[in-house]
């Protein structure tokens, strides 16, 4: 049997959940899933590790969705780097603590209610910043599609997102896939192989490891 993941309260309980918990479906399904919540306005997580293709897959489910769905990226609340500079961190920029937690949780909590549209901010990774007021999420869309490497999180912080969520999708996927992945992304913003292995290495699959090792289960599990 699994450890403990957390000591978070929430709806899977008092004191964290096993990964046992996780009903494992077909990506080709999800739509279907999330189509059958009760709710005026649902945040659906999608989770997965740095690499994982959380984003294409946010997108894939609200193009299946259509109109009634938006896209959050957790992405859009990176500290800036002069904030990361001051704090000796920008080596390792993605880690939990290099997010505004609480500015994030707070958009949440309201986008959880509002009914008119609100600006939220995106992720430039040409720029390596944070563009406030990015994108709109529509008033009218039903399902908010949140994606995030730390939504299921259960550090101080962290762990007040997961009663937000009405339902969460892990993807998993094995390591060397990941890997794969990311040097990919990273020789394709030019950067050296030096950097490239030094970013996977050491701080990309280790972010990876600890969403593994420290988030509650979710309700759905993909592995296609």
């Given amino acids: ?53 959380k984003s294409h897959i946010a997108h894939e489910l609200a193009e299946a969705l259509g109109q009634d769905a938006a896209v959050v990226a957790m992405d859009g609340f990176h500290r800036d780097n002069d904030w990361l500079d001051e704090r000796g961190l920008r080596q390792v920029k993605g880690a939990p603590e290099t997010f505004d937690t609480e500015g994030f949780a707070a958009l949440l909590q309201r986008l959880k209610t509002a009914r008119e549209d609100v600006l939220v901010p995106v992720f430039d990774r040409a720029a390596d910043a944070a563009v406030p007021a990015g994108a709109s999420v529509p008033g009218s869309a039903r399902f908010l599609i949140v994606e995030g490497n730390y939504l299921l999180l259960t550090r101080p912080g962290w762990r007040d997102l997961f009663p937000l969520f009405d339902l969460s999708i892990r993807i998993d996927l094995p390591e060397e896939v990941l890997r794969q992945r990311l040097a990919r992304r990273w020789q394709e913003q030019g950067l050296d192989l030096a950097e490239v292995k030094r970013r996977v290495e050491e701080n990309d699959l280790p972010n990876g490891r600890t969403i593994t090792r420290e988030s509650r289960a979710a309700d759905l599990v993909i592995r296609d």
Avoid: K, Y
């Fill in 1 to 53: 049997m699994s450890d403990w993941l957390g000591d978070s309260n929430g709806p899977m309980g008092d004191h964290g959940a096993f990964m046992e918990s996780e009903l494992q479906v077909p990506r080709a399904d999800l739509a279907a899933h999330i189509r059958q919540l009760d709710g005026d306005r649902l945040l659906i997580a999608v989770v997965g590790g740095p690499g994982a293709g």
